[in-house]
């Protein structure tokens, strides 16, 4: 399910994209499926890059911690070529807003919130420069929904959610394409400690990438953000229950 934006589309095929998180997950997979779709150059960007699953033509490291002023900065000077910038990297503690250490509450909102922005705000004159482009955030179906035990998370991708929604709103003026991507648990390292079903990582980015070529503004990948996303009209504690009553 997508939201469409008649406004701006995007064309993959001779973009340069930039990959955060790109070392494992869904960030392979966004690696990959876009050189697949005929991107010259993937700026696979990783605290820790060059892994062995990304040795592929047209892929290129790139050190960057997105809670790092200096390498975010660094990066934006490096990959000055990039027309599609994909905010992928995430953390989560599961952290308990009550009980949690708050040092783990604000790490998840240093990088989820903060760290995107920062990323955004270094790269939007670089895509403003080559044309436009397109930022996509890979958000969560939790933007949206509260979670026992993780609940800084939460937060952090609720946060998220709206600095996508003010991004768009204030990159429309320079032909910038901002898209939300949501999406429930799937099968990566991300979610290895959750025992619920999960998704196939490869077709989350196969949504995700169809959505923006499409000019979406947002990207539902699967039926539990769906389901979710319908949800918010009406009264939380209905949701809320059945989140409880299926993970407790």
Request: avoid cysteine.
């Amino acid at each position: 399910m997508t939201t469409p934006n008649t406004k701006h589309t995007t064309r993959i095929e001779g973009a340069v994209a930039l990959v955060t998180g790109a070392n494992r997950g869904l960030g392979s997979h966004f690696a990959r499926q876009l050189l697949e779709r005929g991107a010259t150059r993937v700026y696979a960007a990783a605290r820790r890059p060059g892994p062995v699953d990304l040795d592929l033509p047209g892929v290129v490291p790139l050190r960057l911690d997105i809670t790092d002023e200096d390498e975010v900065r660094a990066a934006a000077a490096t990959a000055a070529d990039v027309t599609l910038l994909v905010n992928n990297a995430g953390v989560t503690h599961f952290t308990s807003l009550l009980t949690a250490d708050l040092a783990a509450v604000r790490a998840e909102m240093d990088t989820n919130f903060w760290g995107t922005l920062a990323v955004v705000r270094a790269f939007a004159p670089v895509l403003t420069a080559n044309g436009g482009g397109t930022v996509l955030n890979v958000l969560s179906a939790q933007s949206w929904h509260a979670s026992p035990g993780n609940n800084g998370y939460h937060a952090s991708k609720a946060a998220q959610w709206a600095l996508t929604n003010g991004l768009r709103m204030e990159l429309a003026g320079r032909g910038t394409l901002v898209t939300g991507l949501h999406l429930g648990a799937v099968d990566t390292d991300f979610s290895a400690s959750y025992d619920g079903p999960k998704g196939d990582p490869a077709a989350t980015v196969r949504a995700a990438l169809d959505g923006i070529e499409a000019g979406a503004a947002e990207v539902l990948a699967d039926d539990w953000s769906a389901h979710v996303k319908k949800s918010l009209s009406e009264d939380p504690v209905r949701l809320h229950d059945e989140i409880r009553a299926g993970i407790i």
